[in-house]
């Protein structure tokens, strides 16, 4: 007998479906394609420490939001960048809250990635980017692949003190992103076209046009459109780690 999910229509009491959610049917390469599992608060990589990283006896300067600058200028996810640099995508956030001082070959492979090295991450020159007041659309950061047929396109206007993030959301028709997501913080989303099936963990959700959501990332998610129309939505989610 088919094992039967928990749909919830926002529109309607909730109710019980036959079968399985939609399959992800995101077309993106196998390879580019990473579970994250937050598995204990504060994890390390086994060549990170919380200890200090001085370079020739200079103390520590920021290093994570300097980071967090460069990722972003590239345009790259914390998953992208751990993928790419051969850590965690969990050392990659704990690094760039400062809650962990990477250790210099780590710090060496972050920064081969984003293209730069010590001698000018630590260099007297560095500039910080000018926070802006208005962020025009070529000026949006695509996080996804582009392969993806789910486009996320953060709100980013170079500040190094925001404490929320904001993501501009389309699905290509039965499209869906990452199977099992899981990130630290929590989520706030409205459906502004289309549907949208939210999967946390066994629990499937479904949401209309014009429906909103309040998720705790920690739990492992999946955003899935079953049309054959376009779905967008608005989201914001805190911390701005993503």
Known sequence: MPAKNTVHNSAENDIEEEGTAPENEMDSPEDDIDEVVIDEENELESDETPSTLEMDGRPEDDIGKKINQLRL?????????ARMAGVTNTSISAIERNKVSPAVNTLKAILLVLGSDLTTFFSDEWKEPKARVVVTPKDLIELS?????????????????KNLGFLIETYQPNSSTEEKIAHEGEEIGTVIEGKVLIRIEETTY???????????????????????????IVSAHTPTTY
């Open 145 to 161: 692949e582009p392969s993806s047929r789910v486009s996320l396109k953060q709100v980013y206007n170079c500040s190094t003190t």
């Open 73 to 81: 200028a590239k345009g790259y996810s914390q998953r992208k960048l």
């Open 206 to 232: 479904l949401l209309n046009e014009g429906d909103s959501y309040v998720i705790d990332t920690i739990k492992p998610h999946t955003f899935i459109n079953p049309t054959d129309g376009v779905t967008r």
